[in-house]
């Protein structure tokens, strides 16, 4: 059970608790991505539209990019459990939707407008296409069911006394 201590400071901190996973959940999806997709299964590079020395250097400068939003949101919920204000389900909405809406601009953006790349060079790109981007919804949507959950608790002045 909670503290009346912790519950206030979850309502001072519900900013920080939700940028603090959209920060790690950006960070760590851009992390696997550049992991699995670029490194294990050599299906693009981040920049794929020179030499594969050019992509190799924009694979490192991705997933320089990656580990600092996943340390800073990391670092940010560090502070959270000094000050005693983590507020997990806000907190995971937060690393749903940072998970998520980086995955959505990624399909849409870098692969179908800026063409940076593509998730795999195949004939039929699109089943992979739609996979990825319903993935990217389906993360937004669940994050926003917890972030909305929160905030209503938030201005209720009230938590849930099992998280």
């Known amino acids: 059970m909670k503290t009346e201590f912790q519950q206030s400071n979850r309502f001072v901190y519900t900013k920080k608790n939700l940028w603090s996973g959209i920060l790690f959940g950006l960070g760590f ?10 490194q294990l299964l050599h ?4 920049y794929d ?3 594969t020395n050019i992509g190799l250097i924009s694979d490192g400068l991705f997933h320089a990019f990656s580990w600092f939003a996943t340390i800073g949101g990391l670092f940010l919920f560090a502070d959270l459990k000094r000050r005693n204000a983590v507020w997990l389900t806000r907190w995971w909405g937060g690393v749903l939707l940072g998970a998520g809406i980086f995955q959505l601009y990624d399909g849409t953006v870098q692969h179908k407008l800026m063409r940076l790349h593509q998730i795999r060079y195949v004939e039929n790109v699109i089943i992979y296409d739609i996979v ?3 993935i990217a919804v389906v993360l937004i949507i669940v994050g926003a069911i917890l972030v909305y959950r929160t905030r209503q608790l938030s201005e209720l002045g009230v ?3 099992n998280e």
């Open 29 to 38: 999806i851009a992390f696997f991505d550049e992991m699995v997709f670029h």
């Open 132 to 134: 990825w981007n319903i």
């Open 43 to 46: 299906w693009h590079h981040f």
């Open 159 to 161: 938590t849930l006394t």
């Open 49 to 51: 539209k020179s030499t």
